[in-house]
């Protein structure tokens, strides 16, 4: 009868640990497609509205609000981005398909290439001695716009990555 007894238990937690994997899994794909959804949105707001308006006030008043604007959407993003991709990866590794760890890479990549390939472009135009009249700074603007998209480009593939596999 112990031996019974025991074998019914085991089953019991064996099927309740899997039943909180499960719950776990999706938790853990919910929060890294919301995150992604959310990084993907603002990411591709900047380039389609808040970026080409600013470019349209002109090259100074472009330069002068990119600093406060860069400043409050990189907290938010930078956490969006680390946390989807956490997130993404912790449902592959609970047994997630193997999109999951694609899409979780490609939200993730928007890191390592905005502290690679944009900060340089960021480091200029924060930067005090920059002349905010100038045609260098209107360049750097439109150069900035342009790597933007890609991390729109990545986010956005990334969700549509996340979405057909839910």
């Known amino acids: ?30 929060i890294a497609t ?11 707001y900047i380039n389609l ?12 008043l472009a ?3 990119f600093g406060p604007s860069y400043r409050r959407a990189t907290l938010m993003q930078a956490s969006l981005a680390m946390l989807g991709f956490v997130c993404a990866e912790a ?3 609970l047994g997630a398909g193997v999109s999951w760890l694609v ?8 890191i390592p290439f905005t502290l690679l390939v944009i900060m340089p472009t960021n480091t200029q135009l924060l930067s005090p001695s920059l002349d905010k009249t100038s045609s260098q700074t209107r360049e750097l603007l439109s150069h900035w716009g342009r790597l933007h998209a890609v991390r729109s480009c990545l986010s956005f593939v990334a ?3 996340f979405l057909c596999s839910a």
């Open 1 to 30: 009868m112990s031996i019974t007894s025991g074998a019914g238990r085991a089953t019991h937690l064996d099927r309740y640990a899997k039943e909180n994997m499960i719950t776990i899994q999706a938790s853990a794909q919910f």
């Open 34 to 44: 919301l995150c992604c959804a959310l990084f993907s949105g603002a990411s591709i």
């Open 49 to 60: 509205v808040e970026h080409p308006a600013r470019l349209e006030c002109g090259t100074e």
């Open 159 to 161: 969700l549509v990555i």
């Open 63 to 65: 330069a002068t609000v």
């Open 91 to 93: 449902a592959w590794l």
């Open 103 to 110: 899409g979780g890479l490609l939200l993730g990549l928007v």
